[in-house]
């Protein structure tokens, strides 16, 4: 199976930072990555696409990139709804698809 | 409104079975992928089993051989049936759609709010 290695695990960052997390796929996946955003006791929401796709109706602070075996999502500007937990998923291989450990941002 | 709701959750014995569904609304489970992802208390998200909309079906390692994952047309309704549960199979099962767009991208765009099963003595 496609092991997804997160980094990191947890972060603390305030209002308006600029916030990155990395994903690493154990080998290369082309853009098959989606990027998930859970709050706790809520079902996880698909973010991103395909790498870098914005899904529908989700705001234009979040974006992404990579390609390969490395991926990054990006939150611009931290707004106070976005402390969640973040997980990356490889869709390159849907007989199994995997997810990454998560990443979860706290309030500094 | 795409919906789907999933129930049959509960405290059951290791070596025991139940059975879960997942009702869907505002689109036709037999034309779509549907998965089961399962989150552990206080652990990460772990896919557990896919169903095609050919019918094929596929399962991870963890559950392959146990799990059995099915639907019914007439009833719009995904199914996870659970035999020889264990401890570590205790967590909340998420029933998702998968979405595979005419590029082939590939995600799961909806979600249950998922129904908790804990596998204890």
């Known amino acids: ?31 098959y990555v989606n990027w998930y955003q859970q709050k706790p006791g809520k079902a996880p929401k698909v973010l991103i696409y395909a790498a870098s796709s914005l899904q529908s109706g989700v705001p234009s602070r979040f974006s992404a990139s990579g390609s390969g075996t ?32 998560g990443t979860k941002v706290e309030i500094k | 409104e795409v919906q ?15 059975r879960l569904s997942c009702a869907a609304s505002g689109f ?22 896919v169903i095609y909309s050919s019918g094929n079906t596929f399962y991870a390692d963890s559950v392959r051989g146990r799990f059995t994952i099915s639907r019914d047309s007439s009833k719009n309704t995904l199914y ?5 549960l264990r401890a570590e199979d205790t967590a909340v099962y998420y029933c998702a759609r998968d979405r595979l767009d005419s590029s082939g991208w590939y995600r799961n765009d909806y979600w249950g709010q998922g129904t908790l099963v804990t596998v204890s003595s």
């Open chain 1, 1 to 31: 199976d496609i092991q997804m290695t997160q980094s990191p695990s947890s972060l603390s960052a305030s209002v308006g930072d600029r916030v990155t997390i990395t994903c690493r796929a154990s080998q290369s996946i082309s853009s």
């Open chain 1, 70 to 101: 490395d991926f990054t999502l990006t939150i611009s500007s931290l707004q106070p709804e976005d402390f969640a937990t973040y997980y990356c998923q490889q869709s390159y291989n849907t007989h199994a698809l995997t997810f990454g450990g």
């Open chain 2, 4 to 18: 789907v709701v999933e129930t049959g959750g509960g405290l059951i014995q290791p070596g025991g079975s139940l």
């Open chain 2, 28 to 49: 036709t489970v037999s034309d779509n992928y549907m998965s089961w992802v399962r989150q552990a208390p206080g652990k990460g998200l772990e896919w557990v089993s």
């Open chain 2, 80 to 84: 996870l049936q659970m035999n020889s």
